[in-house]
């Protein structure tokens, strides 16, 4: 079975095309903008042009605009090719690229918008140990962490806690997405944004 990953909710797009558990074809870009014009095409210039009997998206938390583009991209590509989609939590996907062989416990620290960071514990198994949480810095400093933070604000999340943690600079990429725990995916394709939208209806 061919799975395509498409995780595009931070400045990072990657996609990444797998037979059953063999990487076939990945591209991964640091965009900061222009997902949407960039997605397709990426996926377009895998093997087969990226078609899969299932579909692996990022529900993030991360941008909002590139959250909507992946999952919009999913639903799409899964209704031309009737595969099914299976949405994962971004941040698990840092703490499953950030454990690899080891297999210890991680904190993922991720920018988050408006100056607050999105901050998230999992355990030896790669399993989330509570619910995302969008900090300030100041919040972030006197929170506890485990000793191995990754994620693209964890050298800036060690500094603040001021001991001998280590950092792990990363951005999500779709050739790990398999490496997630399998419980963790849902096919309830639920953006998880993390915050608040900056839009607001009028009262």
């Known amino acids: ?24 074809a990945a591209q991964h870009e640091v965009l900061g903008r222009g997902h949407a014009e960039k997605l397709v095409p990426m996926v377009a210039a895998l093997d087969g042009r990226g078609q899969a009997e299932r579909i692996l998206v990022s529900l993030g938390p991360g941008s909002f605009t ?50 607050e960071w999105f901050v998230q514990d999992f355990d030896a198994a790669g399993l ?45 990429d779709a050739r790990h997405a398999l490496s997630i725990a399998e419980v963790l995916l849902t096919d309830r394709l639920v953006p998880e944004y993390g915050r608040r939208p900056d839009a607001r209806l009028p009262a």
């Open 128 to 172: 989330p140990e509570n619910a995302v949480a969008s900090l300030t810095p100041n919040a972030v400093a006197t929170r506890k962490f485990h000793d191995l933070i990754a994620g693209n604000r964890a050298a800036e999340c060690v500094a603040l806690c001021g001991d001998n943690r280590r950092a792990i600079e990363l951005l999500p």
């Open 66 to 115: 590139g959250v909507r583009v992946g999952l919009a991209a999913a639903r799409a590509l899964a209704i031309a090719w009737q595969s099914n989609v299976l949405g994962y939590p971004g941040l698990a996907l840092i703490a499953a690229m950030a454990r690899g062989d080891r297999g210890e416990p991680v904190s993922v620290c991720m920018n988050g918008g408006h100056g």
């Open 1 to 24: 079975m061919r799975t395509l990953a498409i995780d595009c909710s931070t400045e990072a797009c990657s996609v990444a095309l797998f037979e059953d558990e063999r990487l076939l």
